[in-house]
């Protein structure tokens, strides 16, 4: 089983920035496609970006542009950075394993992080 343990988050301003990093345990982060994901107060966990092993991203329209996730595969990281951020980005952030397959895309079954907490001031 892969462990999560998000970091980077905290409080800032709108069109501020925030570089969050996800430290994962295993020996199969490399060919994992990693993802993060973000869960506002009675709100469901949206997917906000993915990277696949080759490195390909993914994003939903709601942060293309302003988020780019990255990864370390030598230090098992995988990265988002989050520019211009708004007063809606903020959510409890968390990161993953993503498998894809014709039904569609979801999250590792393992445990999640406790997550890193991102709140956006107007």
């Known amino acids: 089983q892969v462990q999560l343990v998000e970091s980077g988050g905290g409080l800032v301003q709108a069109g501020g920035s925030l570089r969050l990093s996800c430290a994962a345990s295993g020996s199969d982060f490399s060919i994992n496609t990693m993802a993060w994901f973000r869960q506002a107060p009675g709100k469901q966990r949206d997917l906000v970006a993915s990277i696949t092993s080759g490195g390909s991203t993914n994003y939903p329209d709601s942060v293309k542009g302003r988020f780019t996730i990255s990864r370390d595969n030598a230090k098992n990281t995988v990265y988002l950075q989050m520019n211009s951020l708004k007063p809606e980005d903020t959510a409890v952030y968390y990161c993953?394993?993503?498998?894809?397959?014709?039904?569609?895309?979801?999250?590792?079954?393992?445990?999640w992080g406790q997550g890193t907490q991102v709140t956006i001031s107007s």
């Open positions: 993953n394993t993503l498998h894809c397959s014709g039904y569609g895309c979801f999250p590792g079954l393992g445990p």
